[in-house]
Protein backbone atom coordinates (compact mmCIF):
# COMPACT_ATOMS: atom_id res chain seq x y z
CA UNK A 1 0.00 0.00 0.00
CA UNK A 2 1.34 3.43 -0.74
CA UNK A 3 0.46 5.17 2.07
CA UNK A 4 0.55 4.75 6.17
CA UNK A 5 -2.29 4.79 8.75
CA UNK A 6 -1.64 4.73 12.04
CA UNK A 7 -3.77 5.90 15.61
CA UNK A 8 -2.08 7.96 18.00
CA UNK A 9 -4.20 5.20 20.27
CA UNK A 10 -2.82 2.43 19.28
CA UNK A 11 0.29 2.82 17.36
CA UNK A 12 0.54 1.59 13.90
CA UNK A 13 -1.99 -0.60 12.53
CA UNK A 14 -1.39 -4.19 11.39
CA UNK A 15 -2.97 -5.14 7.82
CA UNK A 16 -4.23 -8.44 6.95
CA UNK A 17 -5.40 -9.42 3.50
CA UNK A 18 -8.65 -10.64 4.24
CA UNK A 19 -11.93 -9.17 3.90
CA UNK A 20 -14.90 -9.46 6.74
CA UNK A 21 -17.66 -10.85 6.69
CA UNK A 22 -20.01 -7.76 6.89
CA UNK A 23 -18.08 -6.35 3.41
CA UNK A 24 -19.55 -9.17 1.72
CA UNK A 25 -22.38 -7.59 0.01
CA UNK A 26 -20.18 -4.71 -1.01
CA UNK A 27 -16.90 -5.49 -2.88
CA UNK A 28 -15.43 -3.86 -5.16
CA UNK A 29 -14.89 -6.37 -8.23
CA UNK A 30 -11.20 -6.97 -9.22
CA UNK A 31 -9.78 -4.85 -6.13
CA UNK A 32 -7.01 -5.60 -3.85
CA UNK A 33 -8.89 -6.10 -0.05
CA UNK A 34 -7.03 -5.48 3.50
CA UNK A 35 -8.22 -5.25 6.89
CA UNK A 36 -7.34 -4.49 10.52
CA UNK A 37 -9.25 -5.35 13.35
CA UNK A 38 -8.73 -5.05 17.18
CA UNK A 39 -10.69 -3.45 20.32
CA UNK A 40 -11.78 -0.79 18.49
CA UNK A 41 -13.56 -1.83 15.94
CA UNK A 42 -12.70 -3.29 11.84
CA UNK A 43 -11.01 -1.13 8.99
CA UNK A 44 -11.20 -2.73 5.61
CA UNK A 45 -9.83 -1.08 2.60
CA UNK A 46 -10.59 -2.19 -1.00
CA UNK A 47 -7.91 -0.91 -3.65
CA UNK A 48 -7.51 -0.37 -7.66
CA UNK A 49 -3.96 0.30 -8.42
CA UNK A 50 -3.24 1.02 -12.31
CA UNK A 51 -0.20 3.07 -14.11
CA UNK A 52 -1.26 6.44 -12.46
CA UNK A 53 -3.91 6.27 -10.46
CA UNK A 54 -4.17 4.38 -7.07
CA UNK A 55 -8.17 4.42 -5.85
CA UNK A 56 -9.31 3.05 -2.62
CA UNK A 57 -12.38 2.69 -1.21
CA UNK A 58 -12.25 2.55 2.63
CA UNK A 59 -14.87 1.43 5.28
CA UNK A 60 -14.53 1.87 8.90
CA UNK A 61 -16.55 0.09 11.33
CA UNK A 62 -15.75 1.65 14.79
CA UNK A 63 -17.09 0.38 18.62
CA UNK A 64 -15.34 3.33 19.99
CA UNK A 65 -13.67 6.53 19.21
CA UNK A 66 -10.37 6.04 17.73
CA UNK A 67 -7.73 9.27 16.15
CA UNK A 68 -5.94 7.99 12.45
CA UNK A 69 -3.31 9.99 11.03
CA UNK A 70 -3.32 9.02 7.26
CA UNK A 71 0.34 9.60 5.82
CA UNK A 72 0.96 9.31 1.60
CA UNK A 73 4.26 8.01 0.59
CA UNK A 74 4.65 9.08 -2.50
CA UNK A 75 4.36 13.02 -4.19
CA UNK A 76 1.22 13.61 -6.16
CA UNK A 77 -1.96 15.00 -5.69
CA UNK A 78 -4.40 13.35 -3.09
CA UNK A 79 -8.39 13.91 -2.80
CA UNK A 80 -11.04 12.28 -0.33
CA UNK A 81 -14.37 12.15 -0.60
CA UNK A 82 -16.75 11.44 2.66
CA UNK A 83 -19.89 8.62 1.69
CA UNK A 84 -20.28 8.31 4.71
CA UNK A 85 -20.41 9.21 8.31
CA UNK A 86 -19.15 12.89 9.87
CA UNK A 87 -15.25 13.04 11.10
CA UNK A 88 -13.09 15.99 12.19
CA UNK A 89 -9.74 16.74 10.90
CA UNK A 90 -7.48 17.68 13.27
CA UNK A 91 -4.42 20.26 12.37
CA UNK A 92 -1.60 21.63 14.29
CA UNK A 93 -2.44 24.70 16.46
CA UNK A 94 -6.14 25.26 14.53
CA UNK A 95 -9.59 24.40 15.26
CA UNK A 96 -11.34 21.10 14.16
CA UNK A 97 -12.38 20.97 10.67
CA UNK A 98 -15.81 18.71 10.21
CA UNK A 99 -15.21 16.44 7.30
CA UNK A 100 -19.00 15.47 6.25
CA UNK A 101 -21.11 13.81 3.99
CA UNK A 102 -20.43 14.71 0.09
CA UNK A 103 -17.43 17.23 1.04
CA UNK A 104 -14.18 16.06 -0.57
CA UNK A 105 -10.53 17.13 0.77
CA UNK A 106 -8.07 18.08 -1.50
CA UNK A 107 -3.83 17.72 -0.83
CA UNK A 108 -1.01 18.37 -3.54
CA UNK A 109 1.46 19.18 -0.62
CA UNK A 110 5.06 18.07 -0.72
CA UNK A 111 3.55 15.70 2.06
CA UNK A 112 0.07 14.82 2.10
CA UNK A 113 -1.20 13.50 5.81
CA UNK A 114 -3.63 14.35 8.17
CA UNK A 115 -5.49 13.50 11.52
CA UNK A 116 -9.12 12.49 11.77
CA UNK A 117 -10.69 12.23 14.50
CA UNK A 118 -13.91 9.45 14.43
CA UNK A 119 -16.50 8.58 16.98
CA UNK A 120 -18.31 5.29 17.88
CA UNK A 121 -20.08 5.17 14.14
CA UNK A 122 -19.88 4.01 11.09
CA UNK A 123 -17.83 5.30 7.96
CA UNK A 124 -17.55 5.13 4.24
CA UNK A 125 -14.36 7.04 2.66
CA UNK A 126 -13.51 7.23 -1.09
CA UNK A 127 -9.40 7.93 -1.74
CA UNK A 128 -7.60 8.93 -4.72
CA UNK A 129 -4.09 9.69 -5.39
CA UNK A 130 -2.46 10.46 -9.12
CA UNK A 131 1.36 10.03 -9.44
CA UNK A 132 3.41 13.07 -10.19
CA UNK A 133 3.63 13.09 -13.53
CA UNK A 134 -0.24 13.39 -13.79
CA UNK A 135 -0.97 15.61 -10.97
CA UNK A 136 1.56 17.96 -13.21
CA UNK A 137 -0.92 17.26 -16.28
CA UNK A 138 -3.80 18.19 -14.58
CA UNK A 139 -3.02 21.14 -12.75
CA UNK A 140 -1.83 22.77 -15.64
CA UNK A 141 -5.27 22.84 -16.83
CA UNK A 142 -5.97 25.25 -14.28
CA UNK A 143 -3.69 27.85 -13.44
CA UNK A 144 -3.20 29.15 -9.68
CA UNK A 145 -4.94 26.45 -8.59
CA UNK A 146 -1.84 24.74 -6.95
CA UNK A 147 -1.91 27.75 -4.13
CA UNK A 148 -5.46 26.75 -2.65
CA UNK A 149 -3.86 23.38 -1.63
CA UNK A 150 -2.18 24.37 1.66
CA UNK A 151 -3.18 22.40 4.49
CA UNK A 152 -6.50 20.69 4.36
CA UNK A 153 -9.12 22.49 2.53
CA UNK A 154 -12.46 20.87 2.56
CA UNK A 155 -15.64 21.77 0.29
CA UNK A 156 -18.58 20.40 -1.30
CA UNK A 157 -18.29 17.52 -3.91
CA UNK A 158 -19.33 18.15 -6.84
CA UNK A 159 -22.51 15.78 -8.39
CA UNK A 160 -20.14 14.94 -11.18
CA UNK A 161 -17.59 13.81 -9.03
CA UNK A 162 -19.84 11.96 -6.77
CA UNK A 163 -20.95 10.17 -10.11
CA UNK A 164 -17.96 8.92 -10.81
CA UNK A 165 -16.96 7.35 -7.73
CA UNK A 166 -20.00 5.80 -7.36
CA UNK A 167 -19.29 4.34 -11.03
CA UNK A 168 -15.72 3.28 -9.97
CA UNK A 169 -17.50 1.77 -7.31
CA UNK A 170 -20.10 -0.62 -8.56
CA UNK A 171 -18.40 -1.43 -11.97
CA UNK A 172 -18.85 -4.61 -13.83
CA UNK A 173 -15.71 -4.57 -15.77
CA UNK A 174 -13.97 -7.64 -16.74
CA UNK A 175 -10.24 -8.04 -15.82
CA UNK A 176 -9.34 -7.27 -19.14
CA UNK A 177 -11.12 -3.97 -19.16
CA UNK A 178 -10.68 -2.85 -16.02
CA UNK A 179 -7.22 -1.22 -16.42
CA UNK A 180 -8.58 1.20 -19.03
CA UNK A 181 -11.39 1.76 -17.81
CA UNK A 182 -10.12 3.02 -14.28
CA UNK A 183 -7.54 4.72 -16.02
CA UNK A 184 -9.99 6.62 -18.11
CA UNK A 185 -12.18 7.22 -14.80
CA UNK A 186 -9.41 8.81 -13.00
CA UNK A 187 -8.64 11.48 -15.32
CA UNK A 188 -12.02 11.92 -15.41
CA UNK A 189 -12.37 12.23 -11.07
CA UNK A 190 -9.46 14.67 -11.36
CA UNK A 191 -10.45 16.84 -13.53
CA UNK A 192 -13.98 16.79 -11.93
CA UNK A 193 -12.55 17.37 -8.22
CA UNK A 194 -10.14 20.40 -9.65
CA UNK A 195 -12.79 22.02 -11.68
CA UNK A 196 -15.38 22.14 -8.72
CA UNK A 197 -12.25 23.27 -6.51
CA UNK A 198 -12.36 26.62 -8.87
CA UNK A 199 -16.30 27.19 -8.73
CA UNK A 200 -15.93 27.06 -5.02
CA UNK A 201 -12.88 28.85 -5.06
CA UNK A 202 -15.00 31.57 -7.43
CA UNK A 203 -17.70 31.91 -4.21
CA UNK A 204 -15.19 32.29 -1.13
CA UNK A 205 -17.00 35.01 0.12
CA UNK A 206 -19.60 32.74 0.72
CA UNK A 207 -20.23 32.43 4.60
CA UNK A 208 -19.65 28.92 6.30
CA UNK A 209 -23.08 29.24 7.36
CA UNK A 210 -24.74 29.64 3.69
CA UNK A 211 -22.45 26.63 2.96
CA UNK A 212 -23.98 24.72 6.17
CA UNK A 213 -27.55 25.75 5.08
CA UNK A 214 -27.21 24.51 1.18
CA UNK A 215 -25.62 21.23 2.37
CA UNK A 216 -28.44 20.96 4.89
CA UNK A 217 -30.70 21.45 2.00
CA UNK A 218 -29.38 18.42 -0.19
CA UNK A 219 -29.55 16.72 2.72
CA UNK A 220 -33.65 17.22 3.45
CA UNK A 221 -33.98 16.47 -0.33
CA UNK A 222 -32.09 13.26 -0.20
CA UNK A 223 -33.66 11.47 2.76
CA UNK A 224 -37.09 12.61 1.55
CA UNK A 225 -37.06 11.55 -2.41
CA UNK A 226 -40.50 11.53 -1.98
CA UNK A 227 -40.96 14.91 -1.78
CA UNK A 228 -40.70 17.71 -3.69
CA UNK A 229 -40.16 20.66 -1.55
CA UNK A 230 -40.37 23.80 -3.22
CA UNK A 231 -37.72 27.03 -2.59
CA UNK A 232 -39.90 28.65 -0.16
CA UNK A 233 -40.03 25.32 2.04
CA UNK A 234 -36.26 24.76 1.69
CA UNK A 235 -35.58 28.30 2.39
CA UNK A 236 -37.73 28.46 5.94
CA UNK A 237 -36.17 24.44 6.18
CA UNK A 238 -32.71 26.11 6.07
CA UNK A 239 -32.84 29.97 7.10
CA UNK A 240 -31.36 31.44 4.06
CA UNK A 241 -33.83 33.90 1.45
CA UNK A 242 -34.97 32.41 -1.66
CA UNK A 243 -32.66 34.07 -3.89
CA UNK A 244 -29.35 33.35 -1.33
CA UNK A 245 -30.83 29.64 -1.44
CA UNK A 246 -31.52 29.46 -5.52
CA UNK A 247 -27.74 31.19 -5.86
CA UNK A 248 -26.26 29.51 -3.76
CA UNK A 249 -27.10 25.85 -3.66
CA UNK A 250 -26.39 25.96 -7.97
CA UNK A 251 -22.85 27.08 -6.74
CA UNK A 252 -22.25 24.64 -3.73
CA UNK A 253 -23.44 21.65 -5.36
CA UNK A 254 -23.57 22.29 -9.14
CA UNK A 255 -27.17 21.97 -9.88
CA UNK A 256 -30.15 23.99 -8.99
CA UNK A 257 -32.66 22.54 -5.90
CA UNK A 258 -35.42 20.77 -9.06
CA UNK A 259 -32.45 19.04 -10.98
CA UNK A 260 -30.43 17.58 -8.01
CA UNK A 261 -34.39 16.13 -6.89
CA UNK A 262 -34.53 14.51 -10.20
CA UNK A 263 -30.66 13.31 -10.42
CA UNK A 264 -31.21 11.58 -6.88
CA UNK A 265 -34.34 9.78 -7.55
CA UNK A 266 -33.05 8.42 -10.63
CA UNK A 267 -30.21 6.93 -8.90
CA UNK A 268 -31.69 5.77 -6.28
CA UNK A 269 -34.82 4.31 -8.67
CA UNK A 270 -32.10 2.52 -10.39
CA UNK A 271 -30.14 1.02 -7.70
CA UNK A 272 -33.82 -0.60 -6.24
CA UNK A 273 -34.59 -2.04 -9.28
CA UNK A 274 -31.25 -3.39 -9.35
CA UNK A 275 -32.19 -5.00 -6.09
CA UNK A 276 -35.22 -6.21 -7.28
CA UNK A 277 -37.83 -4.15 -5.91
CA UNK A 278 -41.11 -3.59 -8.68
CA UNK A 279 -41.30 -1.04 -11.16
CA UNK A 280 -45.13 -0.04 -9.12
CA UNK A 281 -43.62 -0.04 -5.62
CA UNK A 282 -40.23 2.33 -7.01
CA UNK A 283 -42.85 4.73 -8.08
CA UNK A 284 -44.95 5.11 -5.31
CA UNK A 285 -41.74 5.11 -3.62
CA UNK A 286 -40.40 8.24 -4.96
CA UNK A 287 -43.79 10.04 -5.44
CA UNK A 288 -44.88 8.85 -8.82
CA UNK A 289 -47.20 7.15 -11.05
CA UNK A 290 -46.14 4.11 -12.72
CA UNK A 291 -46.62 5.87 -16.02
CA UNK A 292 -44.86 8.74 -15.11
CA UNK A 293 -42.01 7.41 -13.70
CA UNK A 294 -41.27 5.32 -16.65
CA UNK A 295 -41.22 8.54 -18.89
CA UNK A 296 -38.85 10.00 -16.39
CA UNK A 297 -36.39 7.47 -16.20
CA UNK A 298 -36.18 6.90 -19.57
CA UNK A 299 -35.56 10.44 -20.58
CA UNK A 300 -33.44 10.31 -18.13
CA UNK A 301 -31.30 7.18 -18.71
CA UNK A 302 -32.08 6.57 -22.31
CA UNK A 303 -33.88 2.78 -21.43
CA UNK A 304 -36.71 1.91 -19.55
CA UNK A 305 -36.91 0.38 -15.59
CA UNK A 306 -38.30 -2.93 -17.49
CA UNK A 307 -35.09 -3.76 -19.71
CA UNK A 308 -32.89 -2.62 -16.69
CA UNK A 309 -34.67 -5.32 -14.78
CA UNK A 310 -34.28 -7.98 -17.61
CA UNK A 311 -30.09 -6.84 -17.64
CA UNK A 312 -29.97 -7.40 -14.18
Given at each position: MNFIL????????????????SLAANLMPGSSIHSTSGSFGTISLQE?????????????????ELRIRFELKQKGLFARLALSGASELLEYNKPAT????????????????????????????????????????????FPGL???FSGCP?????????????????????PSQQPFFLDTAGRQLFFNILFHQIKTNATTQTSGREIEAILKAGEIIREDLGTHYTIPELSKKVGLNEFALKKLFK??????????????RMQQAKQWLIEGRSVKEVAAELGYRPSDFIQMFRKYFGYTP?????RS
Open positions: QSPDLGLLRWQQLAPAYKVLNFTLRLSTLELIKSFKLNQQLVQADEQVAFTCSYNKSNYVFFDACCSGGMRNMLTACEDKVSPAGIATLDIVHGIINNTCTAVLGIPPYEYLMQKGSLKK
